[in-house]
């Protein structure tokens, strides 16, 4: 069996996740919903599920039919999405990229149409969202379809943004635009599902609090204005320790 890296994996999809309540239920129930689906869509999929320093230890059940990485961040920092998912991009083994949250699932259809698109140059799609009884949401900023080579052409997420929560993927965003990269739907048509999880059970309970991570958009924001937008970034990349925790080939 060839290592994941050299298997013919068209996409990864990147799944930061961080439980510190009783369970990771949501996690598996949403890696058995992907099993389910057709497996020659599927095995072309690689899913990297970032575990951001949880307390409760991170099982997939054997069972779990699926091309996947684990991998935890040993370092606590709090609030270190952009963190996670720096390292879950870096350990991508597909050129198409996607970033989302253990909450959102993909239909087939759109994971298929997805596939069968060429891999995006310059630009970042987004997608439109509804709720499990199917009624339309507000998209979400931190969920986005792209390349390996655009999410790095402006040096990955900040990592200056960790520990404190917001505005990381805003930020990313604001600068993709500042290069000239574009920021589109992908389609209007098929929509991603925002599932209900259990908030008091299986996610966590850190307090949202926004005010350092606007204060420090609104000061780098003027530098996306410059002649050299990339003053804006703080070059901290990857600024933790992490191990493979496991890694399965279907």
């Known amino acids: 069996m060839l290592p994941i890296g050299q298997t013919e994996i068209e996409l990864s999809y990147v799944i930061p996740v961080f439980f510190n309540q009783k369970d990771t239920k949501v996690l598996n129930d949403l890696l058995i919903a992907y099993s389910k689906l057709d497996q020659d869509l599927i095995r072309r999929i690689q899913f990297v599920?970032?575990?951001?320093?949880?307390?409760?230890?991170?099982?997939?059940?054997?069972?779990?039919?699926?091309?996947?990485?684990?991998?935890?961040?040993?370092?606590?920092?709090?609030?270190?999405?952009?963190?996670?998912?720096?390292?879950?991009?870096?350990?991508?083994?597909?050129?198409?990229?996607?970033?989302?949250?253990?909450?959102?699932?993909?239909?087939?259809?759109?994971?298929?149409?997805?596939?069968?698109?060429?891999?995006?140059?310059?630009?970042?799609?987004?997608?439109?969202?509804?709720?499990?009884?199917?009624?339309?949401?507000?998209?979400?900023?931190?969920?986005?379809?792209?390349?390996?080579?655009?999410?790095?052409?402006?040096?990955?997420?900040?990592?200056?943004?960790?520990?404190?929560y917001g505005y990381e993927d805003v930020m990313f965003r604001y600068f993709q635009s500042a290069i000239g990269n574009k920021i589109k739907y992908f389609t209007r048509l098929k929509k991603i599902v925002s599932n209900t999880i259990d908030r008091e059970e299986s996610y966590h309970n850190l307090v949202r609090d926004t005010d350092v991570n606007?204060?420090?958009?609104?000061?780098?924001?003027?530098?996306?204005?410059?002649?050299?937008?990339?003053k804006a970034h703080s070059r901290l990349f990857l600024n933790f320790e992490y191990q493979v925790v496991k890694v399965n080939q279907i």
């Open 214 to 230: 606007l204060k420090l958009m609104e000061a780098k924001i003027p530098f996306l204005k410059d002649k050299n937008p990339f």
């Open 49 to 164: 599920i970032v575990d951001d320093c949880s307390p409760i230890k991170i099982e997939i059940p054997s069972d779990i039919h699926l091309n996947y990485q684990l991998l935890r961040i040993t370092t606590d920092i709090r609030w270190n999405q952009a963190g996670a998912r720096n390292l879950g991009v870096v350990k991508a083994a597909g050129p198409k990229i996607i970033i989302t949250d253990c909450d959102h699932f993909f239909p087939e259809s759109l994971l298929r149409k997805i596939l069968n698109n060429k891999i995006p140059y310059k630009t970042l799609y987004k997608f439109k969202r509804e709720d499990a009884n199917g009624k339309a949401i507000q998209s979400h900023c931190n969920t986005f379809y792209t390349s390996k080579a655009t999410f790095f052409s402006t040096l990955g997420y900040d990592e200056e943004f960790c520990g404190n």
